[in-house]
């Protein structure tokens, strides 16, 4: 099993631009989460999908951000446009549906100058 | 609302010794799920242990263990003979039943440095 796979795993971007994470989930899994990561806020959920169908986006921070999942094999998360603030390490993780343990991928790091 | 509170935000200790890494969390759920991530200096967030809130047996794997306790609500983790390798972020997390899927609160996270 390749494990939750993001990507790309750096990216360095200029405010205004459009930023698109990439996450391909374990197969078999039911759950797809979006969680951030800042030194100032910790681990955020953002949002997360079940069965592909967005159950809970209230953690998305305005607007900018948006997140689909059009199969059960892919799902991405959009910034635009994206500001400095933006910056942080964006995950992604899966789980079968419950409260099984969450299987996170490695991160994107975005960074926006 | 949920809440997890992990009040050690740095701990450093010298190989060999044995640490315990402190978690107090909050819920209104009586049916909920907790959890312990280890973040490497590599990123990554890695599974650990998951518990159920009825069962409060401690648990032990290898050099961790972990106990459980209703009664101060509390779901601590022990590090015995530690090594330089266990240094890393180590998250303690919530469930509640009431949430669809995995949902997880995070608390801070507790930065461990082990020493040689």
């Keep these: 099993d390749a494990g939750v796979i993001q990507s790309p795993r750096h990216e360095v971007t200029e405010m205004g631009q459009e930023v698109t994470l990439r996450c391909k989930p374990i197969s078999g899994h039911n759950s797809l989460f979006w969680y951030r990561q800042t030194m100032m806020r910790g681990l955020e959920l953002l949002i997360y999908f079940n069965n592909n169908v967005p159950i809970d986006d209230s953690g998305m921070p305005e607007d900018r951000f948006s997140a689909k999942m059009p199969n059960a094999s892919f799902s991405t998360l959009k910034i635009q446009p994206s500001e400095p603030r933006d910056s942080a390490v964006y995950f992604c993780a899966s789980s079968v549906t419950g409260n099984s343990p969450l299987h996170f991928g490695n991160g994107t790091r975005l960074t926006v100058t | 609302a949920q809440k997890v509170t992990q009040a050690q935000t740095e701990i450093s200790v010298v190989e060999k010794e044995d640490v315990t890494l402190d978690c107090v969390y909050e819920t209104r759920d009586t049916t909920y799920y907790l959890f312990w991530y280890k973040q490497p200096p590599s990123g990554e967030l890695v599974f650990l242990i998951r518990r159920n809130?009825?069962?409060?047996?401690?648990?032990?794997?290898?050099?961790?263990?972990?106990?459980?306790?209703?009664?101060?609500?509390?779901?601590?983790?022990?590090?015995?003979?530690?090594?330089?390798?266990?240094?890393?972020?180590?998250?303690?997390?919530?469930?509640?039943?009431?949430?669809?899927?995995?949902?997880?609160?995070?608390?801070?996270?507790?930065?461990?440095?082990?020493?040689?």
Excluded: H, M
Excluded at chain 2, 53 to 69: A, C, L, P, T, V
Excluded at chain 2, 73 to 91: E, L, M
Excluded at chain 2, 95 to 104: A, F, K
């Design chain 2, 53 to 116: 809130s009825f069962d409060e047996q401690n648990e032990i794997s290898g050099r961790y263990s972990w106990n459980f306790q209703k009664s101060t609500s509390s779901f601590n983790f022990t590090i015995t003979a530690s090594q330089v390798v266990d240094s890393a972020v180590y998250f303690c997390a919530l469930s509640e039943r009431e949430t669809s899927g995995s949902r997880l609160t995070f608390g801070e996270g507790t930065q461990l440095t082990v020493n040689p």
